[in-house]
């Protein structure tokens, strides 16, 4: 992944309109000709998780083997661990309601953009406080994110990040 432009960001927003919410994102991703994906922050362990997820979808898309016709919703697919779609929506995808834990990613594949810039620009635009603490994952983070107790007490607290690892890597095998 070296090379790519990438801006990974945690925070808490009010979401009253998930279409609304939505549609202001498409703008952006839009306006400025980047990829923006968010998740659900609740189900993110780790910035290695998205970098993972990144990984995986650049290499599908680039081998011919995606899903999905955008490297967003690849992306989205690889992080949430599914095969479909909707069922990738449905469990990493942000939901509407107070004071939830978002993570934006906005990636730039022409390396001309501040992202730093544009990330400043839809946080505040959003009503997003910025809180690069909801990207850290925790045990309950594995728990919502479907990985059984069985496979967390094989393995010790610092390699917690790994399962969620292992279930992004799964996901080209259930191709």
Do not use: P
Request: net charge negative; aromatic share 6%; glycine share 8%.
């Amino acid at each position: 992944m070296i090379g790519l432009n990438l801006n990974i960001v945690g925070g808490k927003v009010d979401i009253i309109n998930l279409n609304d919410f939505m549609n202001s994102i498409k703008k952006f991703s839009d306006k400025y000709d980047i990829i923006i994906q968010t998740f659900d922050a609740n189900l993110i362990y780790g910035r290695d998780h998205i970098l993972s997820a990144v990984s995986h979808a650049i290499r599908s898309m680039e081998e011919r083997r995606n899903r999905t016709n955008s490297l967003g919703m690849e992306i989205l697919l690889y992080a949430a661990g599914e095969r479909q779609l909707k069922n990738a929506i449905s469990k990493i995808g942000v939901k509407e309601g107070e004071n939830k834990d978002i993570i934006l990613l906005l990636l730039d594949l022409s390396n001309k953009y501040n992202l730093s810039k544009i990330t400043s620009e839809i946080l505040g635009t959003l009503g997003i406080h910025r809180d690069d603490s909801v990207i850290d994952g925790d045990l309950e983070t594995l728990i919502r994110f479907g990985i059984k107790q069985e496979e967390i007490d094989t393995i010790t607290k610092h390699k917690y990040g790994d399962l969620i690892l292992e279930k992004i890597a799964l996901v080209d095998v259930m191709k």
